[in-house]
């Protein structure tokens, strides 16, 4: 009863009222919140804090920006759902809301649109040495089978690309970066997509901190897209997205074949050429998942492709314990 009062107390405001509508629709910073409401920071921030203390919201720091969006888990989520359910978005209050709402996503699109504009052909030049994208994406969803996800996790998510293909079928997305560009495009495209339940968050994946990133539950796929050949310790960013999966779940790795473009190194910051089967099997059993599938996806003789794309499928045995990145076998 007291979670409730509290929960209750906490939204009987005007303002507050107004916070949580907006803040199940989108999550955003003090700043972002502050041009939509029109009122001074200190006074949203004061209200922002109450309503995290009731646990309505959730505070999520990212480098030097701090994100809130409407609380997910906890005793008060349930009742910020059935309030923000309760309120009349036609309401004049509320639909002014709504449109520099619209505002701020419309400016965001195009400050994502702009940096990934400047950076496409860098992108462009990786993409053109092996078979198209889609080709890949289509084959992580054949080895992850039509079988719901509950809580998908996406390491180094980059622009959400992988919750875009993957978030329609699973319950919860969240994906992990530390780049706010990257961050940035991400929640455009999830955005874009309609994609509501799908979220990014700030994150160093080789050691991801709870604090920073809220309640993290257990994934039933985690996904690591292209970003292991960019790691001086790859294996350790495996043993730490093991610890995130759940009893039973898998984990989905995309990279590189071994090769020898040595010119990678230099041009596009790859510490990594490439990883074998036997490899990854290892980092595997270190981690306490199994390795269960891989599948090649060569070139397929495209002009000029040089590179072969592995998947490795990795599962969790129920009850198997795992260790944290760094600590002994």
Known sequence: MHDLLEGLKAVAEPTRLR????????????????????????????????????????????????????????????????????????DPVFAEDAARLAAIRKARAAAAADYFAANADRWGEIRALYLPEEAVEQAIVEMLGPKRIGTLLDLGTGTGRILEVLGPRAGRAIGIDTSHEMLSIARANLERAGLAHAQVRYGNMLRLDPGALGVMPQADVAVLHHVLHFLEHPQDAVAEAARLVAPGGRMLIADFAPHGLEHLRESHAHRRLGFADREVRAWAEHAGLKLVQTRDLPPAGAAGAQLTVKLWLLEKPKGAATRRAGEAA
């Open 19 to 90: 916070l949580l509508a907006l803040l199940a629709r989108a999550e955003l910073t003090v700043t972002e919140i502050t041009q939509v409401l029109q009122q001074s920071q200190p006074r949203v921030s004061r209200h922002l804090r109450l309503m995290v203390e009731a646990g309505l919201l959730r505070r999520y720091p990212e480098g030097t920006w701090v994100l809130y969006r409407l609380a997910e888990d906890g005793p008060a989520a349930g009742l910020a759902r059935a309030v923000d359910a309760l309120i009349d978005k036609d």
